[in-house]
Each structure stands twice: as C-alpha cells, then as structure tokens.
C-alpha cells in the first residue's frame, strides 16, 4: 500500500519538443520513511507535510501523510530480514561528537554540493538523542538530498552573438548526479531514461521550449535557441527522471544583436 499526500498545483510545465510552456496540473507525492523500517502513515497520525517556493516562501499545498506502512517483502529484505546497511568507510560523512548530559531534540540541516552551488539543494530532519545513544552506528543518520547537477557550460553567460550570422545556438550542459556520478548512455544511471531540454524566455515571456539530448560524452548533453531577433534571451536547462522526480535546473542569458 502506498503512503501519500498528492497535491496539484500550477508550475513550470517540463515540457518537450518546441512547443511554449503552459500551467499546467503537477502530481507530487511525499512519502516519509522511518529509518530502518518502512512508511508513516495513517496507523501513527500520519506525518504533516508542507510544501513552500523556495524563494518566495509562499506556501503550495500542505496536508498529511496517508496509506499504510507499504509492502514489508519489497522494502526489507526478501528473506524476511531489516535493510541491508549502505554506508561503509568509503562513504563520506561528517563526525562530531557532543557532549549530552540529557537527552535533546537535535536538528540536522544539511546544504549542497558545495563544489557546484547552482546545483546545491538544502534539507533538514530532527531526532531525539539521547547520552551515549550513538548516531554513528549503521548509517548513522541518513537525510535524503533530492537534485541533479546541471552545469551550462556553453554558451557563457552574457556572451554576445549576432543575429544575422546564424538562426540558432547551440547549448551544451553537464548533468550528474548529486553525488557527482556521471548520466551514460546504457550507464546505471542511463542518460536515454532522463529529460532535459531548456527553456528560453525573453522580457519575461517564454518563447520557445528545446529538448536537449545526449551528446556521446559522459554527462554531457547538447541542443539549439532558435534566434529570431534582437534582445537578452534567458535561458534555464532542466534535467528531469521521471522514475523517481528527480529534477536540477541552471540558468544562463545571450544577448542577441
């Protein structure tokens, strides 16, 4: 059984080939896992959910998680056992310790990749510990980091170009994974299983929706701004997976004469 909240709204609409993005309704599914079992849902009171824009902080939708616990087979092991561990030494963390002498309600928010802040996503997760009730054990306290990295890397930002000597540009883009893992053709994280294409808008209209595709090169995927006329074109390229939602954005301007 599943355990979600589905709020509809309006938003920015991943569109495909050429054609001007539209509202559009959004499904967007939350669910909550408890570390080391299985879902919160209506058994326990549900969690509360609440979901705002980021840089307007206007609230979206907010309701409560609802469903069962989910399949016990599918999640834990298929002989009946707990989850396997993820994390070995190899895994990167961050190690503290604190000195409790009760027991605390502690916040952990985490933000990043620092190395590609355009990219960087921030989460957060609360959890009662208690002296001598180690975090470091297992996987320690997990926190998921939805996003992909979308790096423009051609053309630069604010580069010139002229009208008259082309009727298109050719934009190029590194995708990856949060983690840095590279997207491949036929790769576990397969490049022909994601979306990404680009936006264009000029004095705050969109003007065209492009797909973008994948180059032959690791992580890499390229496509063409039809240029028609005279003025700055905004630019924001998307990555999509549409397995899991999964979604990054960058943004760059061209300044057609």
Request: aromatic share 4%; proline share 3%; glycine share 10%.
């Amino acid at each position: 059984m599943n355990i979600k909240t589905i709020v509809m709204g309006t938003s920015f609409a991943l569109a495909t080939a050429s054609g001007l993005a539209q509202a559009e309704d959004t499904d967007i599914t939350v669910r909550v896992m408890s570390k080391d079992a299985k879902f919160v849902g209506t058994s326990m009171g549900g969690v509360r959910v609440i979901l705002r824009d980021k840089e307007t902080d206007e609230v979206l939708a907010q309701g409560v998680t609802a469903g069962g616990t989910g399949n016990t087979a599918k999640i834990m092991h298929e002989n009946g056992g707990r989850r396997a561990a993820m994390a070995d030494k190899s895994a990167a963390s961050f190690d503290t310790t604190l000195d409790l002498d009760r027991p605390r309600m502690i916040e952990a928010e985490v933000y990043g990749p620092l190395a590609q802040l355009q990219a960087a996503h921030g989460a957060s997760a609360t959890q009662w510990v208690i002296p001598g009730g180690h975090l470091s054990v297992g996987d320690g306290w997990v926190i998921e980091l939805p996003g992909l990295v979308v790096n423009i890397l051609e053309p630069a930002a604010a580069q010139n170009v002229s009208a008259s000597e082309s009727d298109s540009l050719s934009v190029s883009a590194n995708v990856m994974m949060m983690c840095g893992c590279p997207i491949t053709k036929g790769g576990l994280w397969d490049a022909e299983k994601f979306e990404v294409g680009m936006t264009i808008t000029m004095d705050g209209k969109n003007i065209s929706e492009e797909v973008m595709s994948y180059a032959g090169k690791s992580s890499l995927f390229s496509g063409e701004i039809p240029i028609s006329e005279s003025g700055i074109y905004d630019v924001i390229v998307h990555a999509y997976d549409p397995k899991n939602g999964n979604t990054g954005i960058d943004k760059t301007t061209v300044v057609v004469n």
